[in-house]
């Protein structure tokens, strides 16, 4: 039995979190591979490492004095080391650091040390082998990961190991510079390292017990999700939902390798057990609930539309050329409408109506602002008589106006169009009659 277990930042801020992650990881001989994030918020107010590492190098990069702000950066990991009692010196690093952010070596390069130092310590401290993430995660030149390479010297570098420390969050192109993935990004590296060794599990390691069924900013208490299937979950980080890289599924999926979401701090509560697929029956009818404000609605109406061959392709033209990717385009006999994100399309809005004015030349255009978008989500749903009745009765009930519906045909979620200000009320509503008003 394999596990690769990640730990984010929040599971090794201190000392004490670095114990805990200790204890889980020696209480399970599989939990063989260890990718640790940078030290995250010791507190409230606090401010991450990576965040001190990109400060520090902007200071480097501005030709300006920046000693104190690695020194306050170094004193973050020696506070561990002490806290600890480790007999670990990283002066060599901090040296060779200094010097490669005088070379300006690059803002990735800086960010990625905070991992790096992470891993070396947590590597002392577990009596691991220390693979540096640069030697095995391979980037493209676009900052893309090359998975196929990666796989390849994942499979050298950790055959025949028997336990190791591989940070994360970075890796470095076929030029042997260091590259990083976007915030976050060290579950990309639990998944790909899970993936390169086959692991039976890998675990996500952060201050949350999974995923709860909606954002715990809106509803009380939600209840955590205990079984998610890639595609619900895809669908409900694309939303908004966020605990999990949005990339880190892809590199364990192809390969059937499940994901399980835990709390370093409530080490006994099971999570979110993220799966391929499952004959379990979901407790709840749906499985989640995400959504997110700020859209707009570009509304064009033209009658006949329907009997233009090409209509529709002429208008996401418009957009194309714009370079504005949509969301959503429901549509009726004599309409059609795109939905985009506002922030995105508010600088164009004008260039987007001449187009559509100029490729389609339709009746007229109409625009409306501050929608919110929220995404019903589960497997449970499917072939599930009366769901859409339940939720639009809800909704109605408490006098949330549905502005659009779409709902795909693999029946796995019902988006719906709320105005920003009902945004709130409809999630609300959508969690009462199916979770908590459970038939
Ligand atoms: N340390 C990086 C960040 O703060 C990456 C990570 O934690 O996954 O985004």
């Not at 130092?117 to 995660?137: E, H, P, S, W």
């Not at 009658?303 to 549509?331: A, C, K, T, W, Y």
């Amino acid at each position: 039995m394999k596990k690769i277990v990640k730990f984010g930042g929040s599971s090794l801020a201190n000392a004490e979190q670095f114990r805990k992650a200790g204890e889980i990881i020696r209480s399970d001989a599989a939990r063989r591979f260890v990718v640790p994030s940078a030290p995250g918020k010791r507190y409230d107010g606090d401010t991450k490492v990576t965040d001190l590492l990109y400060r520090c190098y902007e200071t480097a990069e501005k030709g300006n004095d920046f000693d104190n702000q690695l020194k306050a950066i170094k004193e973050r990991f020696y506070e561990i080391i002490r806290g600890l009692n480790l007999e670990l010196s990283l002066e060599e690093d901090f040296r060779e650091i200094r010097k490669n952010f005088e070379n300006l070596a690059g803002r990735e390069y800086a960010a990625s040390r905070g991992e790096y130092l992470n891993g070396r310590i947590m590597a002392a401290y577990l009596g691991y082998t220390f693979i540096d993430a640069k030697d095995v995660v391979r980037f493209r030149e676009d900052g893309s990961v090359d998975m196929d390479g990666t796989d390849s010297l994942m499979e050298n570098a950790l055959t025949g190991i028997e336990s190791a420390v591989v940070p994360g969050f970075y890796g470095a192109d076929d030029t042997g510079h260091v590259r990083t993935f976007s915030r976050g990004g060290s579950d990309i590296t639990g998944s790909l390292v899970a993936r390169a060794i086959c692991a039976d599990m890998y675990e996500n390691w952060t201050d949350v017990s999974g995923f709860l069924v909606a954002d715990p900013r809106i509803v009380d208490n939600p209840v955590p999700i205990e079984t998610i299937t890639y595609r619900e979950l895809r669908e409900l980080s694309y939303m908004g939902a966020t605990v999990l890289h949005e990339d880190a599924i892809f590199p364990v999926r192809k390969r059937g390798i499940p994901i399980n979401i835990r709390n370093t701090n409530c080490p006994d509560d099971p999570g979110t057990l993220i799966v391929e697929s499952t004959c379990k029956k979901p407790r709840y009818v749906i499985t989640g609930i995400a959504g997110k404000k700020g859209f707009c609605s570009i509304n064009i109406e033209k009658s006949m539309m329907n009997s233009e061959i090409g209509f529709g392709r002429r208008v996401l033209q418009v957009f194309e050329d714009q370079q504005i990717s949509f969301e959503h385009i429901p549509s009726g006999i004599d309409t059609m409408t795109v939905y985009v994100h506002q922030s995105e399309f508010e600088d164009k809005e004008q260039q987007v109506i001449a187009g559509i004015h100029r490729l389609v030349q339709p009746d007229f255009v109409e625009m409306e602002s501050d929608l919110a978008l929220i995404a019903v989500v589960g497997r449970g749903m499917k072939s599930t008589r009366g769901t859409a009745g339940r939720l639009f009765s809800a909704l109605a009930h408490a006098n949330v106006n549905v502005k659009m519906i779409d709902q795909g045909s693999s029946e796995l979620n019902i988006i719906i169009g709320v105005e920003n200000r009902d945004f709130e009320a409809a999630v609300k509503a959508v969690y009462d009659i199916f979770v908590l008003t459970q038939i």
